[in-house]
T-cell receptor
Framework: DVKVTQSSRYLVKRTGEKVFLECVQD?????MFWYRQDPGLGLRLIYF???????EKGDIPEGYSVSREKKERFSLILESASTNQTSMYLC????????????FGQGTRLTVV | GQSLEQPSEVTAVEGAIVQINCTYQ??????LSWYQQHDGGAPTFLSY????GLEETGRFSSFLSRSDSYGYLLLQELQMKDSASYFC??????????????FGTGTKLQVIP
């Protein structure tokens, strides 16, 4: 089975801190994605990557950056955490550009205080 | 850009049939997916439609009409465990020629005895 693992289930950080959310997939998938999920807003795409060292902005990239140095790992970085970034963060991966099924991690519930 | 509309909540009786509708807007349409998410869980893939018509997988079916930019998820013989949120997601082409998947805001299905 495909496994997408997010490093933390729950995180509490202070305003202004630099925050790293890590995601690792074990099935050699090319595509990786970061979403945030908020009540009533669904899943909103922050950044995605179709290859190592490649990244593209999603719909809400402001305040975030990403890093993909290795194929299996996709990191989301909050440069200076703010309270409006309190949310559930979901990482996902899919096999290739033409592949239709995305596999999600269990999510990281981030609270910024 | 890409956008989707689906009802926010649906209630149905155990054993009945329920249809969850989704309308979308995108350029360079590739397909429409459906995901299920139980409270506290990760979204899991249910189905994908690239061509018009009905795709059946057990109790779940998904329909697509590309000319109407419309699809639906049909759940038959509802069970209590089907209580969850259901997301439609459209795959299309965005600026730069990249394929991107955008999720709807989700439909919370409550199955009652």
């Amino acid at each position: 089975d495909v496994k997408v693992t997010q490093s933390s289930r729950y995180l509490v950080k202070r305003t202004g801190e630099k925050v790293f959310l890590e995601c690792v997939q074990d099935m050699d998938h090319e595509n990786m994605f970061w979403y945030r999920q908020d009540p009533g807003l669904g899943l909103r795409l922050i950044y995605f990557s179709y290859d190592v060292k490649m990244k593209e902005k999603g719909d809400i990239p402001e305040g975030y950056s990403v890093s993909r140095e290795k194929k299996e790992r996709f990191s989301l970085i909050l440069e200076s955490a703010s309270t409006n970034q309190t949310s559930m963060y979901l990482c996902a991966s899919s096999l290739s550009v033409g592949n239709t099924e995305a596999f999600f991690g269990q999510g990281t519930r981030l609270t910024v205080v | 850009g890409q956008s989707l509309e689906q009802p926010s909540e649906v209630t149905a009786v155990e054993g009945a049939i329920v249809q969850i509708n989704c309308t979308y807007q995108t350029s360079g349409f590739y397909g429409l997916s459906w995901y299920q998410q139980h409270d506290g869980g990760a979204p899991t893939f249910l189905s994908y439609n690239a061509l018009d018509g009905l795709e059946e997988t057990g109790r779940f079916s998904s329909f697509l009409s590309r000319s109407d930019s419309y699809g639906y998820l049909l759940l038959q013989e509802l069970q209590m465990k089907d209580s969850a949120s259901y997301f439609c997601a459209v795959r299309g082409v965005v600026d730069g020629g990249y394929q991107k998947v955008t999720f709807g805001t989700g439909t919370k299905l409550q199955v009652i005895p």
